[in-house]
């Protein structure tokens, strides 16, 4: 059978103080894959995204938006697969510090994955299969987006580092994920885990662990494929560190609800994919994930 490959990944101050949200904003830590196009061999494509946080307390107040438009692709041989993506940020915040923007090319990653087990096995009706396949890998970000800040500047904040397009550090990934089909009806679960390392301004995200589950039908109009999904998708972070010490309130998690539609007519496909916070809680509840839309341009050969 033509291999059906849709996955999830995720893949991502010490001083607290009135002047910067110490969390919110980390959009350029956020990286996530969400839900990849259908390819036999290999695909190139377009994608933005958007992502929205808003923190209010009596002691500080801030609107972060970042917009990211990246290069992706992958490419597969046999039961290897390989993908890239190459991000660019434009990031705008509002607070209490005045108005920020920045904008740049971010940090790339590279993803390799291992095909360990793939079975189809047709059902007694003899118009149906049923089918499941595990894919195990890992990969790299590499600070090859923009990342200096002042730290030596009379009004530095640990807030200073999310408004950078790149991180700074090299960051690895390890992912799971397995895949169950029944006819037209599918089911994809995946862990992932990113462990983050400090760059050489000593500031250090924390490690984050990713879980999803979601179900998808596939079915055809005319020379279409419309493979309409929904789910579930946890990601928890550990406490942000900067020299060394942790960043208060950092940790935290969100589980969104997430809906999205693969449009398919030959070898180009469109992707749309929403995520809405279901329950969170990140900065002690102070500070609020809004929904993240995502939409890509696909073509497979």
């Given at each position: 059978?033509?291999?059906?490959?849709?996955?999830?990944?995720?893949?991502l101050?010490i001083?607290?103080?009135t002047?910067?949200?110490?969390?919110?904003?980390?959009?350029?830590s956020?990286?996530?894959?969400?839900?990849?196009?259908?390819?036999?061999?290999?695909?190139?494509?377009?994608?933005?995204?958007?992502?929205?946080f808003?923190?209010?307390?009596?002691?500080?107040?801030?609107?972060?938006y970042?917009?990211?438009?990246?290069l992706?692709?992958g490419?597969?041989?046999?039961?290897f697969?390989v993908?890239?993506?190459?991000?660019?940020?434009?990031?705008?915040?509002?607070?209490?510090?005045?108005?920020?923007?920045?904008?740049?090319v971010?940090?790339?990653?590279?993803?390799?994955?291992y095909?360990?087990?793939?079975k189809?096995t047709?059902?007694?009706?003899?118009?149906?299969?049923?089918?499941?396949?595990?894919?195990?890998?890992g990969?790299?970000k590499?600070?090859?987006?923009?990342?200096?800040?002042?730290?030596?500047?009379?009004?530095?904040?640990?807030?200073d580092?999310?408004?950078?397009?790149?991180?700074g550090?090299t960051?690895?990934?390890?992912?799971?994920n397995?895949?169950?089909?029944?006819g037209?009806?599918g089911?994809?679960?995946n862990?992932?885990?990113?462990?983050?390392t400090?760059?050489?301004?000593?500031y250090?995200?924390?490690n984050?662990?990713?879980?999803?589950?979601?179900?998808?039908?596939?079915?055809?109009?005319?020379?279409?494929?419309?493979?309409?999904?929904?789910g579930?998708q946890?990601v928890?972070?550990?406490?942000?560190r900067?020299?060394?010490?942790?960043?208060?309130?950092?940790?935290?998690?969100?589980?969104?609800g997430?809906?999205g539609?693969n449009?398919?007519?030959g070898?180009?496909?469109l992707l749309?994919?929403?995520?809405?916070?279901?329950t969170?809680?990140?900065?002690?509840?102070?500070?609020?994930a809004n929904?993240?839309?995502?939409?890509?341009?696909?073509?497979s050969f």
């Amino acid at each position: 059978m033509k291999t059906v490959l849709i996955s999830f990944l995720l893949l991502l101050s010490i001083y607290t103080n009135t002047e910067a949200c110490p969390y919110c904003g980390c959009g350029n830590s956020n990286f996530q894959i969400g839900i990849l196009p259908t390819f036999s061999n290999a695909f190139v494509g377009v994608r933005y995204s958007y992502t929205y946080f808003k923190t209010d307390s009596g002691m500080m107040y801030s609107r972060d938006y970042f917009h990211t438009t990246e290069l992706w692709g992958g490419f597969r041989k046999k039961n290897f697969q390989v993908m890239a993506f190459v991000p660019y940020l434009s990031i705008h915040k509002q607070g209490d510090d005045g108005t920020i923007n920045s904008s740049g090319v971010g940090d790339a990653t590279l993803l390799g994955n291992y095909l360990l087990f793939s079975k189809t096995t047709a059902l007694s009706d003899n118009k149906r299969y049923f089918g499941h396949t595990l894919w195990v890998g890992g990969g790299i970000k590499l600070p090859t987006g923009h990342s200096n800040v002042m730290v030596n500047d009379p009004g530095f904040t640990v807030g200073d580092f999310t408004s950078t397009p790149g991180t700074g550090s090299t960051d690895f990934l390890l992912n799971l994920n397995h895949s169950l089909l029944i006819g037209n009806h599918g089911l994809v679960n995946n862990i992932a885990y990113k462990i983050n390392t400090k760059n050489n301004q000593h500031y250090q995200y924390g490690n984050r662990f990713y879980v999803s589950s979601a179900y998808f039908y596939s079915l055809t109009a005319g020379a279409y494929t419309i493979r309409p999904s929904g789910g579930l998708q946890l990601v928890a972070n550990a406490a942000n560190r900067f020299q060394g010490d942790a960043v208060q309130y950092s940790a935290g998690y969100v589980l969104n609800g997430s809906a999205g539609v693969n449009l398919q007519r030959g070898k180009v496909g469109l992707l749309v994919n929403v995520f809405v916070p279901l329950t969170q809680n990140y900065f002690h509840g102070l500070t609020k994930a809004n929904e993240q839309i995502s939409a890509a341009w696909t073509y497979s050969f």
